[in-house]
Each structure stands twice: as structure tokens, then as C-alpha cells.
């Protein structure tokens, strides 16, 4: 079992930035793939980004060259460094641990363990 925790959520301007962290417990965090997912207000839930032990990382097309995901493994913690952030980025942001290869990360049915979420609003 993993524990995910998210903090760092907020209110933004456009243009702003934001940073994310997800906290893990539990099994060995470097054995897991960490995601970030997002979820608007009525729309689907849709991948962000992911980042393996080594360091490996895929992002989705809108957020390449604005977001960052990094992960310290020493601190079981991933984080999501958000900049330039747009309106269209409001949603509740979810981290995700899960097991399987590159070409899956951006599948919700990859990850196994979810965190609750934290809210990021951006302001026009």
C-alpha cells in the first residue's frame, strides 16, 4: 500500500507559477512510477506528466516547456513546478503511483495508488 499526499495547491494569476509536492508512504517509493493528473470541472480526468526512479519523464503536449516534474527519492516526494500558468490550467491536480512502461504512463489504469488532490485555480 502507498499513501499519497498533495500540497502546494492555490490561487494563481495568469503568467504565475505554482510548485506541487506529493508525499508518499509506504512501499519502497523508487519501485513506482509517479504521475501527475488533473480533473476540471466537468471534464475527464487527463494525464499531466510522469517521472520514473531514474528520472525518466513524459508530459502532455500543453504543459511541455511550461510544467516540470521532478522527484527526490531520498524525501519519497514528487513535485510539479508549474510556470506560465494559463486559466485553462484550473483544475484539481492528483499525484499517482503506479508500476509499467513509458508508453503507459499517460494511462490512468497504470497507476494503482492515488492521492486526494489539491485545487490550482488561475485567474485571468
Known amino acids: 500500500q502507498v499513501q499519497l499526499v498533495e500540497s502546494g495547491g492555490g490561487l494563481v494569476q495568469a503568467g504565475g507559477s505554482l510548485r506541487l509536492s506529493c508525499a508518499a508512504s509506504?512501499?519502497?517509493?523508487?519501485?513506482?512510477?509517479m504521475g501527475w493528473f488533473r480533473q476540471a470541472p466537468g471534464k475527464e480526468r487527463e494525464f499531466v506528466a510522469a517521472?520514473?526512479?531514474?528520472?525518466?519523464?513524459h508530459y502532455e503536449d500543453s504543459v511541455k516547456g511550461r510544467f516540470t516534474v521532478s522527484r527526490d527519492n531520498a524525501k519519497n516526494t514528487v513535485y510539479l513546478q508549474m510556470n506560465s500558468l494559463k486559466p485553462e490550467d484550473t483544475a484539481v491536480y492528483f499525484c499517482?503511483?503506479?508500476?509499467?512502461?513509458?508508453?503507459?504512463?499517460?494511462?490512468?489504469?497504470?497507476?494503482?495508488?492515488w492521492g486526494q488532490g489539491t485545487q490550482v485555480t488561475v485567474s485571468s
Open positions: 517521472i520514473n526512479w531514474p528520472g525518466s519523464t
Open positions: 509506504g512501499r519502497t517509493f523508487s519501485n513506482y512510477v
Open positions: 499517482a503511483a503506479g508500476r509499467g512502461p513509458l508508453v503507459f504512463w499517460s494511462r490512468i489504469s497504470t497507476y494503482d495508488y
